[in-house]
């Protein structure tokens, strides 16, 4: 297959502890760690963690970052040009030696403002946007800052109500512009703290990009503890993938082969490889977490095929208006009109 001119550029944003690295770990391990260059927006925070609480301000509003440097930034990348990136310390709360950074075929993008702006939005291919109950976000945050921190629980739990105008103002907002909306959530019964490996997923798949054919789950054929549904997402249609964490090994690894026959110039992954994550110092397994990043390593790859096969990069506006004409028969099935 001939390289794309340019790397391909997934964004994920979602705020603070709602699993931006967990996700990108993932699709690193299932494209390949040397193709896939990582950027966090977070690193262009104007001030560190002692001017912030000086300034009362916090790392969620724009004004407390350069986002006229992260646009031109994003620009460069998209076009596969290395930037000299700045570098926030989130153990120490600095900002230390900034980081030059040379693009790979595939960029992974995640921070909290990354789709704050059009100019910025403009160079993703695929966006993603992480969308936990606020309770199991907290319940996130407050494990990962005491632990990996240095804060206490009464520090994280004033913080988060410092931030909480910022988050309405500014983060949450930018679940509008997602092309696909992740949501982990705890079984009925099972409190955020206890839920673990067993939460489950609701993935929103929005028609603004193509999406795998699983047409099959429609027609009674889903294993249990996994469903396609039809639905509306402010008050648009969209496909709603649900993927239960009690779901079975057996009917788990269903689901990935069906998407990994859509991933023919990829190697097979082994099942433990991908859905991990920390949980203070073990190392835990998700199945829907390693489909929710199997999925998502999907769209990367699909957008790098489609590159290759054309002999010249396209204009983003071409390419938006390409990949709407094509979402409107991504999932065309009979009696879906």
């Known amino acids: 297959m001939t390289k794309p001119p340019r790397p391909i550029v997934l964004g994920i944003v979602g705020d603070s502890?709602?699993?931006?690295?967990?996700?990108?770990?993932?699709?690193?391990?299932?494209?390949?760690?040397?193709?896939?260059?990582?950027?966090?927006?977070?690193?262009y925070h104007k001030y560190d963690r002692r001017e912030r609480a000086r300034l009362n301000i916090t790392p969620l509003h724009p004004d407390c970052n350069y986002i006229d440097i992260m646009e031109l930034h994003m620009e460069r990348l998209h076009y596969g040009q290395p930037?000299?990136?700045?570098?926030?310390?989130?153990?120490?709360?600095?900002?230390?030696?900034?980081?030059?950074?040379?693009?790979?075929?595939?960029?992974?993008?995640?921070?909290?403002?990354?789709?704050?702006?059009?100019v910025l939005r403009q160079y993703y291919d695929v966006k993603v946007y992480l969308d936990p109950p606020e309770d199991l976000r907290r319940?996130?945050?407050?494990?990962?800052?005491?632990?990996?921190?240095?804060?206490?629980?009464?520090?994280?739990?004033?913080?988060?109500?410092?931030?909480?105008?910022?988050?309405?103002?500014?983060?949450?907002?930018q679940r509008e512009y997602a092309d696909i909306i992740v949501r982990f959530y705890p079984p009925p019964g099972v409190s955020p703290e206890e839920a673990g490996p067993v939460l489950n997923v609701q993935i929103i798949l929005r028609p603004t990009i193509p999406h795998p054919d699983l047409s099959y789950l429609?027609?009674?054929e889903a294993p249990p503890g996994i469903r396609l549904t039809l639905g509306r997402d402010n008050?648009?249609?969209?496909d709603i993938l649900e993927i239960d964490g009690a779901v079975a090994s057996e009917h788990a690894h269903e689901l990935a082969e069906a998407i990994w026959s859509h991933l023919p110039d990829l190697s097979p992954v082994e099942e433990e490889q991908i859905g991990n994550y920390q949980d203070l110092l073990q190392v835990r397994?998700?199945?829907?977490?390693?489909?929710?990043?199997?999925l998502l390593a999907y769209h990367m790859l699909r957008v790098y095929t489609d590159f290759s096969r054309m002999p010249f990069a396209p204009p983003i506006a071409a390419l938006s208006r390409l990949r709407f004409r094509e979402s409107r028969t991504a999932f065309a099935t009979p009696g879906k009109d």
């Open 17 to 43: 502890a709602a699993g931006k690295t967990t996700i990108a770990q993932g699709l690193m391990t299932v494209l390949g760690p040397d193709r896939v260059t990582v950027v966090c927006t977070d690193d």
């Open 83 to 118: 930037v000299l990136k700045p570098v926030y310390d989130h153990s120490t709360g600095s900002l230390v030696r900034p980081e030059y950074v040379q693009p790979r075929e595939f960029i992974i993008v995640e921070g909290l403002l990354g789709y704050y702006t059009p």
């Open 139 to 173: 319940a996130w945050k407050i494990k990962r800052d005491t632990t990996e921190r240095g804060y206490t629980v009464e520090q994280v739990l004033k913080e988060l109500e410092r931030r909480e105008p910022d988050s309405a103002a500014f983060i949450r907002p």
């Open 218 to 220: 429609y027609n009674g």
């Open 235 to 238: 008050g648009r249609p969209v």
């Open 285 to 294: 397994h998700s199945h829907p977490l390693a489909l929710t990043q199997l």
